[in-house]
């Protein structure tokens, strides 16, 4: 009888591999990803350690298409400073989850490059890049563990505290105090609810226990209520500081104070600029914040 666990056993699951799997599960979800088959370069190397805060990213030139018929992105180019703050944005099938991914590296571009700190993504170790690139995405996934795996498994050799730094810097600190077991209540579906903000806020806590150089920043379609939305903003505020963040944004209320806003269109680059300049300009970009206002 026990040879019928024997096929389990060969899986050779392990605990950590599984939540591995997961978190790259969630990505690829939210991202509506296949998989990518992307291996490290003989001669990948580490990202060089940066004496700033934040990184270096550019796009240059990049094409990517997912077959002969889809858009995807066309010449797209854009250069985001350390840490400075770029919004992505334009309609549905504009591009925006493709520069994401080639952000994370998830794909290549078939012409061009993708670089941080000047360095082609595709001669970049990917564990180098994991380190220093970190995603919150639109929807967070919670599996049946403790609040303290939920948000540790993002760096498994993660310290307790911390562990509890990322979950109090992403402002999850009194509600991990006001619950009955703290950092080892239950969460999922045999355990605690999590309201659609403070899974929000695992997300950002995740992300922050990487410490990214780079952090993206997938916003969810649609809106929290009022008030979670505008504390979720100034926790976003504070946690863009020092980094280099790429926002794909869906609510331009949101990304008023970005340094630059890049304006895609059927996978092109159509305008570029501050807020104020792309209003000024009257154009795309204007259209969209009209759209969106007189919504609201
Ligand atoms: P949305 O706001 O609706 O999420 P988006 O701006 O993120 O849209 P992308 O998902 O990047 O847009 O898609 C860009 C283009 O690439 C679209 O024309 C889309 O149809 C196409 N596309 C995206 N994923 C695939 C895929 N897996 N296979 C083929 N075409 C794809």
């Known amino acids: 009888l026990t040879g019928i666990y024997q096929p389990l056993n060969m899986l050779g699951f392990n605990y950590r591999e599984i939540r591995q799997a ?28 940066s004496e700033v805060h934040g990184a270096d990213v550019a796009f240059e030139g990049v094409t990517f298409q997912h077959d002969a018929r ?29 520069a994401v991914r080639l952000a994370l590296r998830l794909i290549d571009p078939q012409e061009g490059r993708v670089t941080i ?13 994991r380190r220093s690139v970190a995603l919150v995405p639109q929807d967070v996934a919670l599996f049946n563990d403790t609040v303290y795996a939920n948000i540790g498994f993002a760096r ?26 703290g950092m080892s209540t239950m969460v999922g579906e045999r355990g605690l609810k999590l309201s659609g903000g403070e899974r929000q806020r695992v ?23 009022g008030r979670t939305e505008e504390a979720i903003q100034a926790t976003l505020r504070k946690v863009r500081a020092g980094r280099t963040t ?7 209320s ?34 969209l914040w009209r759209r969106q206002t007189r919504e609201h």
């Open 22 to 49: 997961f978190i790259d599960m969630e990505q690829m979800v939210s991202l509506a990803a296949l998989k990518p088959d992307i291996v490290d370069a003989p001669d990948a190397q580490d990202l060089p350690p």
């Open 70 to 98: 889809s858009t995807g992105l066309r010449e797209v180019s854009f250069h985001a400073p350390p840490g400075t703050t770029t919004a992505i944005v334009g309609p549905s099938g504009a591009g925006k989850t493709t």
């Open 117 to 129: 700190d000047g360095m082609d993504l595709r001669q970049v170790k990917q564990a180098s890049l």
């Open 156 to 181: 498994p050799d993660a310290t307790p505290e911390e562990v509890r730094k990322a979950a109090e810097d992403a402002e999850l600190g009194a509600f991990i105090d006001g619950l009955p077991n």
């Open 203 to 225: 997300g950002i806590a995740r992300a922050l226990l990487a410490n990214p150089r780079v952090l993206i920043l997938d916003e969810a379609t649609s809106a929290l209520d």
């Open 246 to 252: 790429l926002v794909v944004a869906h609510r331009l």
């Open 254 to 287: 949101t990304i008023v104070d970005a340094d630059q806003i890049v304006v895609l269109r059927r996978g092109r680059v159509v305008e570029r600029g501050t807020h104020a300049e792309l209003l000024e300009k009257a154009g795309e970009y204007a259209a």
